[in-house]
T-cell receptor
Framework: GQNIDQPTEMTATEGAIVQINCTYQ??????LFWYQQHAGEAPTFLSY??LDGLEEKGRFSSFLSRSKGYSYLLLKELQMKDSASYLC??????????WGAGTKLIIKP | GAVVSQHPSWVICKSGTSVKIECRSL??????MFWYRQFPKQSLMLMAT?????????EQGVEKDKFLINHASLTLSTLTVTSAHPEDSSFYIC????????????FGPGTRLTVL
């Protein structure tokens, strides 16, 4: 079966750095997405990795290792508005998105 | 660019009634649209994939006679929840993809359905 694993909840301090991990087992791989979802809202796109390595975009970076079936999202200089759920999703061989359950990130002052 | 709208943003209805949710791509033509459902504190669950002009492909366990999907044009897909029951109360989200094979999906803002 297909499976995406990520921690259920994480807590971090404003101004700090946090890393959210995601491991996956899917039938085929056409890239890995990270989305941010605030409560009661639809997901918004953060990043897309299809090749191994680190993609940096402002305060957010995403890393992928296809051989390990592993990715992480790194958030720097945390702000209170970063409190949200972060969803890891893998696009399988049929171009379907397989979603993780999401990691709820709580930012404390 | 790449804006997807949904209407209504929230709806409350009585058990047994039908509810229609619209998903529109505002500034692009969407060959494929996806309908998701999300229960509280759970991940997105794909319900069905619809391609313009053809019948939707439903995921296992999703009743196609209960969740009617129409994708009549390249900018509009509708989801009708027929004979809604309280267990259908959920957050329904659509997304759209421009061309087959392109990876990015653009999400609508979601529709909160509450069935009394």
């Amino acid at each position: 079966g297909q499976n995406i694993d990520q921690p259920t909840e994480m807590t971090a301090t404003e101004g700090a750095i946090v890393q959210i991990n995601c491991t996956y087992q899917t039938s085929g791989f056409n890239g890995l997405f990270w989305y941010q979802q605030h409560a009661g809202e639809a997901p918004t796109f953060l990043s897309y990795n299809v090749l191994d390595g680190l993609e940096e975009k402002g305060r957010f970076s995403s890393f992928l290792s296809r051989s390990k079936g592993y990715s992480y999202l790194l958030l720097k200089e945390l702000q209170m508005k970063d409190s949200a759920s972060y969803l890891c999703a893998v696009m399988d061989s049929n171009y379907q998105l397989i979603w993780g359950a999401g990691t709820k990130l709580i930012i404390k002052p | 660019g790449a804006v997807v709208s949904q209407h209504p943003s929230w709806v409350i209805c009585k058990s047994g009634t039908s509810v229609k949710i619209e998903c529109r791509s505002l500034d692009f033509q969407a060959t494929t649209m996806f309908w998701y459902r999300q229960f509280p504190k759970q991940s997105l669950m794909l319900m069905a994939t619809s391609n313009e002009g053809s019948k939707a492909t439903y995921e296992q366990g999703v009743e196609k006679d209960k969740f009617l999907i129409n994708h009549a044009s390249l900018t509009l897909s509708t989801l009708t929840v027929t004979s809604a029951h309280p267990e259908d109360s959920s957050f329904y989200i659509c997304s759209a993809r421009v061309l087959a094979g392109l990876v990015e999906q653009f999400f609508g803002p979601g529709t909160r359905l509450t069935v009394l």
